[in-house]
T-cell receptor, first 116, second 116 residues
Framework: DVKVTQSSRYLVKRTGEKVFLECVQD?????MFWYRQDPGLGLRLIYF???????EKGDIPEGYSVSREKKERFSLILESASTNQTSMYLC???????????????FGNGTRLTVT | RKEVEQDPGPFNVPEGATVAFNCTYS??????FFWYRQDCRKEPKLLMS???SGNEDGRFTAQLNRASQYISLLIRDSKLSDSATYLC?????????????????FGRGTQLTVWP
């Protein structure tokens, strides 16, 4: 079974703090993704990565950055946390057979971040 | 127009009922389709892929209509444990810097409650 592990289940941070959300997968997947999920808005893609040291902006990258130094690890960074970044953050991974086709995503169990 | 649209519901049905969800997608070049299930405060999990000829997994049947660009999920003999949000997911291919790039797009989900 694919295991995607997010480092924290719940996190409370103050406005202006730098926040690191860590995600590790154990299935040698090429693709990794960061989403946030908010009521009424569904899942929105923040950043994704198709390979080590590679990153692509998703639909809502503003206020976030990412790092992928190793294949199994994909970190989401909030440079200066703000209250509108309070959300559920979900990491996911998948293997890819081509750039056009995506295999199903496997999600971590999420990090519920509250910024006060 | 959103790439993937779903009726948010909620659908409230008694145990044993049959319920169907539809989902429409905007890009006729889409090649792969999935249904995910998400329990309250949990991560999304793959329920089933959707194949061109339609496919069945126990009480769940998925159908694809390429001409009308919609997919459907039918649940027969509903159980209490089927209560969840069902997410429609479509791989949409777009041109990206001279090549094609596929991305998975999520609908906002359809909420189902099965009551005793």
């Amino acid at each position: 079974d694919v295991k995607v592990t997010q480092s924290s289940r719940y996190l409370v941070k103050r406005t202006g703090e730098k926040v690191f959300l860590e995600c590790v997968q154990d299935m040698d997947h090429e693709n990794m993704f960061w989403y946030r999920q908010d009521p009424g808005l569904g899942l929105r893609l923040i950043y994704f990565s198709y390979d080590v040291k590679m990153k692509e902006k998703g639909d809502i990258p503003e206020g976030y950055s990412v790092s992928r130094e190793k294949k199994e690890r994909f970190s989401l960074i909030l440079e200066s946390a703000s209250t509108n970044q309070t959300s559920m953050y979900l990491c996911a991974s998948s293997f890819v057979s081509s750039r056009a086709y995506n295999s199903p995503l496997h999600f971590g169990n999420g990090t519920r971040l509250t910024v006060t | 127009r959103k790439e993937v649209e779903q009726d948010p519901g909620p659908f409230n049905v008694p145990e044993g009922a049959t319920v169907a969800f539809n989902c429409t997608y905007s890009n006729s070049a889409s090649q792969s389709f999935f249904w995910y299930r998400q329990d309250c405060r949990k991560e999304p999990k793959l329920l089933m892929s959707v194949y061109s000829s339609g496919n069945e997994d126990g009480r769940f049947t998925a159908q694809l209509n390429r001409a009308s660009q919609y997919i459907s999920l039918l649940i027969r003999d509903s159980k209490l444990s089927d209560s969840a949000t069902y997410l429609c997911v479509v791989n949409i291919i777009k041109a990206d810097r001279g090549s094609t790039l596929g991305r998975l797009y999520f609908g906002r989900g359809t909420q189902l409650t099965v009551w005793p």
